[in-house]
């Protein structure tokens, strides 16, 4: 009984550790993929010269989930009628942190694209975009330096934590 409840310890703790090393695996991807529906909305915008309304719709079913959601979230709130955007976008800012692998600087740097999102003309809100896309690529440079560094390490940890709490407890 003893080594079944050993054995029970170090699988969960192995996979406590292939979990976390998974968010850091997905937080990369889904930072490109962030930036990826950014420049779909740019061109929405700019070349189409879609409303928001229409640029989230576009955008939300060019993407893969979880950003695909977002945009879905922000379509079905305007649709509604909700007048606030920020409001909007700050509410589905909140629900992606929750179903991503994205991190406080993404949420940061979302939050501050959100308030300047729909108060500019054309041009000025392009320039919002590539200021967002510059930001997430510095974040992104910092959670592919996060992948290298620390995922390989968070799969032994977990191992070799449940390894050390079964030697402790024997």
Same mark, same amino acid.
């Given at each position: 009984?003893?080594?079944? *409840?050993? %054995? !029970?310890?170090?699988?969960?703790?192995?996979?406590?550790? &292939?979990?976390?090393?998974?968010?850091?695996?997905?937080?990369?991807?889904?930072?490109? +993929? %962030?930036?990826?529906? !950014?420049?779909?909305?740019?061109?929405?915008?700019?070349?189409?010269?879609?409303?928001?309304?229409?640029? &989230?719709? =576009?955008?939300?079913?060019?993407?893969?989930?979880?950003?695909? *959601? &977002? $945009? +879905?979230?922000? =379509?079905?709130?305007?649709?509604?009628?909700?007048?606030?955007?920020?409001?909007?976008?700050?509410?589905?800012? *909140?629900?992606?942190?929750?179903?991503?692998?994205?991190? $406080?600087?993404?949420?940061?740097? %979302?939050?501050? &694209?959100?308030?300047?999102?729909? @108060?500019?003309?054309?041009?000025?809100?392009?320039?919002?975009?590539?200021?967002?896309?510059?930001?997430?690529?510095?974040? !992104?440079?910092?959670?592919?330096?996060? @992948?290298?560094?620390?995922?390989?390490?968070?799969?032994? %940890?977990?191992?070799?934590? *449940?390894?050390?709490?079964?030697?402790?407890?024997?």
């Amino acid at each position: 009984m003893k080594w079944l *409840g050993a %054995l !029970l310890l170090l699988i969960a703790t192995t996979w406590i550790g &292939f979990e976390i090393a998974s968010y850091l695996n997905n937080r990369p991807k889904q930072i490109r +993929q %962030l930036k990826s529906a !950014l420049q779909t909305m740019e061109a929405e915008i700019v070349y189409s010269h879609a409303p928001l309304i229409d640029a &989230f719709w =576009h955008v939300a079913n060019q993407s893969p989930e979880p950003i695909a *959601g &977002f $945009f +879905q979230m922000l =379509h079905q709130q305007l649709k509604e009628g909700t007048n606030e955007l920020i409001l909007a976008w700050s509410k589905a800012v *909140g629900n992606l942190m929750n179903n991503s692998a994205l991190s $406080f600087d993404e949420k940061e740097i %979302l939050i501050q &694209f959100g308030q300047t999102l729909g @108060q500019h003309d054309i041009s000025q809100q392009k320039k919002y975009i590539q200021l967002a896309l510059t930001h997430l690529d510095r974040v !992104l440079e910092d959670a592919v330096d996060d @992948q290298h560094r620390y995922s390989k390490m968070v799969k032994s %940890l977990g191992f070799l934590t *449940g390894l050390f709490i079964i030697l402790l407890l024997i």
